[in-house]
């Protein structure tokens, strides 16, 4: 039941609360507001449906935070899951399920409501301490009335947790296989020894690449000797190809490749177009609309002919849930079409929309679960025949503070896997902290053990002056803490050799 999807459309009537509500009292509202309060001197009123369905209503607000909310208590070191079904009075807005403690404001989770029709927001969090808590909905647009119906809050032990994450693991990454010896013949060798050893893992588990890796011996033999799949951290983009205008140099991205390919690594196309206007070179941002729509259309082409066939995904355009450069200079589909041109170009890999905060933040609006799968789908929609045949993919970021929200990684995952398509971690790195590796290694269980993922990259890509947030090794390519962590999984999850003797069959 952890990882029973939820149901990403918006309902008439809202589904049963997870768990029963778990340790929230009245969870359908059957029982009128009892156990339900006002939060922030707001007004709650009971509502209901034609059919008789109970909910919750904040109106008459003017605040952010002036919604229902419900006391409780939070046990030390526990994960918690999230549910609660939300409907808004009036077109859509976002809501976000805090949860107050006596230190801290915590954000659990978020989801786009709608009016005349309910959404399920799915999120979690970890109790830090013992203690009372408070749980309430938060929405910036103070003039809409928010209703709030069939509640869950459900604690698990860490071990109950994990027990999960190890039955997931062993459906969704192992098979059994019978192997059968046979003679020239065809007939049964009763009493053959058969030798098993895995070669390679079949679950792409990479880190990103830096131009350092070209020249330098030790990085590579190290690199080499662990992953499966990369991404160059900035040498296939825009800015590091063409820094003016009609000057392209692939030369690094190029030998990078070659390096790669030569070690059976796989790489990401990173990225074709960057949304963020603080990424863009100043000739680019001083191009007219007709000029710049040209020299897009060149550096797609440029890019892409040169590693169509050889790279397995294309962040087309990166960051587009945050960020809107070239939609505010070609208009709202400005996504889609690159997406389209870019298919045309390389069918056969994966079309990846890429972004941060997803996992991350649930506070975050921009980049809620609901809204990556909104411009996902209007991306997809644009294709002829709604993109039916197109391999489109998930990427999330991952970079994650120094003490990530677990039970929200698996919630916006379950949401996210409704799209039906490869979900990827891309840039996975953890914020310095005392207990760095131990966030990391919980982070890497959590996205390793979900069934919708199909490939993980750290963004760990060395420098001599040192990494983006994470390095994994020392100058000298000796383990940091959070290396040997990455040593750890990457040993776990293959097979160990195995010796068997067939029988009589």
Same mark, same amino acid.
């Given at each position: 039941p952890m990882y029973d999807g939820v149901n990403a459309q918006c309902l008439a009537e809202p589904l049963e609360a997870h768990y029963g509500g778990g340790v929230i009292v009245n969870s359908d509202f059957s029982a009128g507001l009892q156990g339900w309060s006002a939060f922030g001197y707001g007004s709650v009123t009971e509502g209901a449906s034609p059919t008789g369905n109970k909910y919750a209503v904040a109106a008459n607000r003017t605040r952010p935070y002036q919604s229902v909310s419900q006391k409780v208590y939070l046990q030390n070191d526990t994960h918690y899951t999230l549910s609660a079904w939300l409907q808004v009075s009036d077109r859509s807005a976002d809501v976000i399920a805090v949860v107050k403690t006596a230190d801290d404001f915590i954000h659990a989770g978020g989801v786009d409501a709608k009016s005349g029709c309910w959404s399920i927001l799915k999120g979690g969090l970890t109790a830090a301490a013992s203690g009372p808590a408070e749980l309430y909905f938060e929405q910036s647009n103070a003039t809409v009335d928010v209703w709030v119906d069939n509640v869950s809050l459900q604690p698990f032990s860490k071990e109950e947790w994990s027990s999960h994450r190890h039955a997931a693991v062993k459906k969704a990454r192992k098979r059994t296989v019978r192997l059968r010896a046979r003679d020239a013949a065809g007939n049964p060798v009763a009493g053959a020894r058969v030798h098993v050893r895995q070669v390679r893992s079949g679950f792409p588990l990479g880190s990103a690449m830096s131009k350092e890796i070209i020249t330098n011996v030790?990085?590579?033999?190290? =690199?080499?000797?662990?992953?499966?799949?990369?991404?160059?951290?900035?040498?296939?983009?825009?800015?590091?190809?063409?820094?003016?205008?009609?000057?392209?140099? #692939?030369?690094?991205?190029?030998?990078?490749?070659? =390096?790669? *390919?030569?070690?059976?690594?796989?790489?990401?196309? %990173?990225?074709?177009?960057?949304?963020?206007? &603080?990424?863009?070179?100043?000739?680019?941002?001083?191009?007219?609309?007709?000029?710049?729509? /040209?020299?897009?259309?060149?550096?797609?082409?440029?890019?892409? &002919? *040169?590693?169509?066939?050889?790279?397995?995904?294309?962040?087309?355009?990166?960051?587009?849930? %945050? =960020?809107?450069?070239?939609?505010?200079?070609?208009? /709202?589909?400005?996504?889609?079409?690159?997406?389209?041109?870019? %298919?045309?170009?390389?069918?056969?890999?994966?079309?990846?929309?890429?972004? =941060?905060?997803?996992?991350?933040?649930?506070?975050?609006?921009?980049?809620?679960?609901?809204? #990556?799968?909104?411009?996902? &789908?209007?991306?997809?929609?644009?294709?002829?025949?709604?993109?039916?045949?197109? *391999?489109? /993919?998930?990427?999330?970021?991952?970079?994650?503070?120094?003490?990530?929200?677990?039970? #929200?990684?698996?919630?916006?995952?379950?949401?996210?896997?409704?799209?039906?398509v490869p979900i990827w971690l891309t840039e996975i790195d953890v914020q310095r902290g005392p207990d760095q590796a131990y966030h990391l290694e919980q982070v890497l269980r959590e996205v390793y053990s979900h069934p919708a993922v199909h490939g993980i990259v750290l963004w760990t890509a060395w420098h001599p002056q040192g990494c983006y947030v994470m390095c994994l090794t020392d100058d000298n390519f000796n383990n940091l803490p959070v290396g040997d962590t990455v040593d750890k999984l990457i040993a776990e999850w293959k097979t160990s050799s195995h010796v068997g003797v067939a029988d009589a069959d």
């Amino acid at each position: 039941p952890m990882y029973d999807g939820v149901n990403a459309q918006c309902l008439a009537e809202p589904l049963e609360a997870h768990y029963g509500g778990g340790v929230i009292v009245n969870s359908d509202f059957s029982a009128g507001l009892q156990g339900w309060s006002a939060f922030g001197y707001g007004s709650v009123t009971e509502g209901a449906s034609p059919t008789g369905n109970k909910y919750a209503v904040a109106a008459n607000r003017t605040r952010p935070y002036q919604s229902v909310s419900q006391k409780v208590y939070l046990q030390n070191d526990t994960h918690y899951t999230l549910s609660a079904w939300l409907q808004v009075s009036d077109r859509s807005a976002d809501v976000i399920a805090v949860v107050k403690t006596a230190d801290d404001f915590i954000h659990a989770g978020g989801v786009d409501a709608k009016s005349g029709c309910w959404s399920i927001l799915k999120g979690g969090l970890t109790a830090a301490a013992s203690g009372p808590a408070e749980l309430y909905f938060e929405q910036s647009n103070a003039t809409v009335d928010v209703w709030v119906d069939n509640v869950s809050l459900q604690p698990f032990s860490k071990e109950e947790w994990s027990s999960h994450r190890h039955a997931a693991v062993k459906k969704a990454r192992k098979r059994t296989v019978r192997l059968r010896a046979r003679d020239a013949a065809g007939n049964p060798v009763a009493g053959a020894r058969v030798h098993v050893r895995q070669v390679r893992s079949g679950f792409p588990l990479g880190s990103a690449m830096s131009k350092e890796i070209i020249t330098n011996v030790k990085y590579q033999e190290w =690199f080499a000797k662990r992953f499966t799949v990369t991404t160059f951290e900035n040498e296939m983009k825009w800015y590091s190809t063409e820094w003016t205008q009609g000057h392209e140099d #692939y030369t690094v991205p190029d030998a990078m490749l070659r =390096f790669a *390919r030569s070690h059976g690594i796989a790489v990401r196309g %990173h990225n074709v177009f960057w949304d963020d206007p &603080s990424t863009q070179l100043g000739w680019v941002k001083a191009l007219s609309g007709d000029q710049l729509r /040209a020299a897009t259309a060149n550096r797609m082409r440029s890019v892409m &002919s *040169r590693y169509a066939g050889k790279v397995i995904a294309w962040d087309v355009v990166n960051e587009n849930l %945050h =960020f809107d450069f070239f939609e505010e200079k070609f208009g /709202a589909g400005a996504s889609a079409a690159f997406y389209q041109k870019a %298919h045309g170009m390389d069918g056969g890999a994966l079309m990846s929309m890429n972004d =941060f905060n997803t996992l991350e933040q649930p506070g975050d609006q921009n980049g809620l679960p609901a809204k #990556y799968l909104n411009k996902l &789908s209007q991306i997809k929609d644009a294709f002829p025949g709604n993109g039916i045949g197109v *391999r489109m /993919a998930i990427g999330l970021e991952g970079h994650f503070g120094a003490t990530p929200n677990i039970p #929200y990684v698996r919630a916006a995952l379950d949401t996210l896997s409704q799209a039906g398509v490869p979900i990827w971690l891309t840039e996975i790195d953890v914020q310095r902290g005392p207990d760095q590796a131990y966030h990391l290694e919980q982070v890497l269980r959590e996205v390793y053990s979900h069934p919708a993922v199909h490939g993980i990259v750290l963004w760990t890509a060395w420098h001599p002056q040192g990494c983006y947030v994470m390095c994994l090794t020392d100058d000298n390519f000796n383990n940091l803490p959070v290396g040997d962590t990455v040593d750890k999984l990457i040993a776990e999850w293959k097979t160990s050799s195995h010796v068997g003797v067939a029988d009589a069959d």
